[in-house]
């Protein structure tokens, strides 16, 4: 017989359904496959909810977050990516005298053959705690000689590697 000491604490319906098949199955009246139908999944499902009860108790069949992709640079072109925008573009070298996010990504493709969206460069860059400068065309002409480009580093720490 399926006994607990005190009430469990539901916080999803789903927890709920889980615990109800799994509660069928302690409780010794049918067998995983009818289990399995009663929760409207399949057998492989109850045996990976039985795992994650065993290993982790009712808070093991709560819903899990996804991990997502993973990202998309490494941390030697995270490394690599942060020393360009520190350095600077060189205008007779890279053609630019300040760095855009468009210029950025067409250097990784140049440097390592990694095919990277503009909008994607952005993100590594502000999870590196950069921000971008004023965008506008008037804010191109107004810098100066000796100004290191377009991006620089933000006050506040978001984390970042490096």
Not at 62 to 76: M, Q, Y
Request: glycine share 12%; net charge positive.
């Amino acid at each position: 017989m399926f006994a607990m000491a005190a009430p469990l604490p539901l916080r999803d319906a789903n927890q709920a359904r889980r615990l109800l098949a799994l509660a069928v199955i302690y409780d010794g009246g049918t067998t995983r496959g009818e289990a399995a139908r009663l929760g409207s999944v399949g057998l492989q499902i109850v045996r990976a909810w039985v795992v994650r009860f065993n290993a982790d108790g009712p808070a093991g069949l709560l819903d899990r977050k996804a991990p997502g992709p993973s990202r998309r640079l490494g941390e030697t072109q995270r490394k690599a990516l942060v020393a360009m925008v520190e350095n600077g573009p060189n205008p007779a070298l890279h053609g630019v005298v300040r760095w855009r996010l468009a210029d950025l990504a067409q250097w990784l493709w140049e440097e390592f053959r990694l095919s990277i969206s503009v909008d994607t460069v952005g993100r590594e860059l502000r999870r590196l705690g950069y921000r971008k400068l004023d965008g506008s065309i008037n804010a191109c002409f107004a810098l100066s000689e000796g100004d290191g480009g377009g991006i620089e580093r933000s006050r506040h720490d978001f984390g970042g590697d490096f």
